[in-house]
């Protein structure tokens, strides 16, 4: 999926701008203009005075200068930081790219942002449904493994609240694919946009180097010093084929056009689709 707007409330990216699935609170800027941009990087660092103190404190980062404002400051680095920050650092030296980005990343780390929280179960009022996951799998996009449906969250360790650090989230189905529902019933979800939480115990770290390239090209730069987004860590969660999942989504029955008919006068064949939005969840 190529993205170019994003949900400010809740960061969901999306092909283009549309309204977010989470409800009419939840508002999306349009990622390919420079209002768009700035209404993230608002979102993200603060109002403005904010953003001027977090600058001057980059720029002191820059030059050694020990940090003036210590409620912006970790207090200790732990040795899950340390770790993150060497195994960061020979990824480094591998590539000019990457060396730039953890350069970045070590400036940042005086700093704080605002994230989002995790997206929530469903919409309320529709029955979730229960089945197994069919249909050809693609490869996902960040650890390449075979799925139906993905999710990616990109999260920050340096969120002012702990519980608000997701920077930014998508999930896609690459092709249509089929959920076999526990009464038989076959439903068909279509590629596109989904509900899908990369938080399950199964979910993956991808490389934050492949997560940083994947961004759109505007968004892998900073606002003057301030990352557009600022994430430390990439997490990804497939569907693979035989997975069991649980379903939430109206049902319409329509039309199968891929379907292969007997003959021209035979009645079309149908199939049920999950309607948008179509939240899906791994058992
Ligand atoms: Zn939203």
């Not at 529902?181 to 939480?197: I, K, N």
Request: include cysteine.
């Amino acid at each position: 999926m190529h993205a170019a707007a994003i949900c400010l409330a809740c960061r969901t990216a999306f092909p283009s701008p549309r309204p977010c699935d989470a409800g009419p609170d939840h508002v999306v800027v349009d990622l390919t203009t420079d209002e768009g941009r700035l209404r993230l990087v608002e979102e993200t660092w603060g109002p403005l005075a904010r953003r001027r103190r977090l600058r001057r404190l980059i720029g002191r980062g820059a030059t050694g200068s020990p940090p003036a404002h210590m409620d912006d400051v970790p207090t200790a680095i732990g040795p899950v930081s340390t770790l993150r920050f060497v195994a960061s650092f020979v990824e480094a030296i591998s590539t000019t790219i990457a060396d730039s980005l953890t350069e970045a990343r070590i400036l940042l780390r005086l700093v704080r942002c605002h994230g989002a929280r995790s997206h929530g179960l469903s919409p309320k009022g529709v029955r979730p449904l229960y089945g197994v996951a069919e249909g050809q799998p693609a490869r996902s996009p960040l650890c390449r493994r075979p799925c139906l449906a993905y999710a990616i969250a990109l999260s920050t360790d340096r969120a002012v609240d702990r519980d608000a650090d997701v920077l930014w989230r998508e999930a896609a189905a690459p092709h249509d694919f089929d959920v076999r529902l526990d009464d038989g019933r076959l439903v068909r979800v279509p590629a596109g946009p989904l509900w899908f939480e990369a938080d399950h115990p199964t979910a993956r770290h991808a490389d934050v180097v492949r997560a940083h390239d994947r961004l759109p090209v505007d968004l892998r730069g900073a606002d003057r010093d301030l990352l557009y987004v600022p994430f430390d860590e990439a997490l990804e969660e497939v569907v693979r084929p035989g997975d069991r999942v649980v379903l939430t989504a109206d049902l319409r029955r329509v039309e199968d056009a891929t379907a292969i008919r007997d003959s021209p006068r035979a009645p079309a064949p149908s199939v049920v689709v999950a309607a948008a939005p179509v939240v899906l969840r791994k058992m």
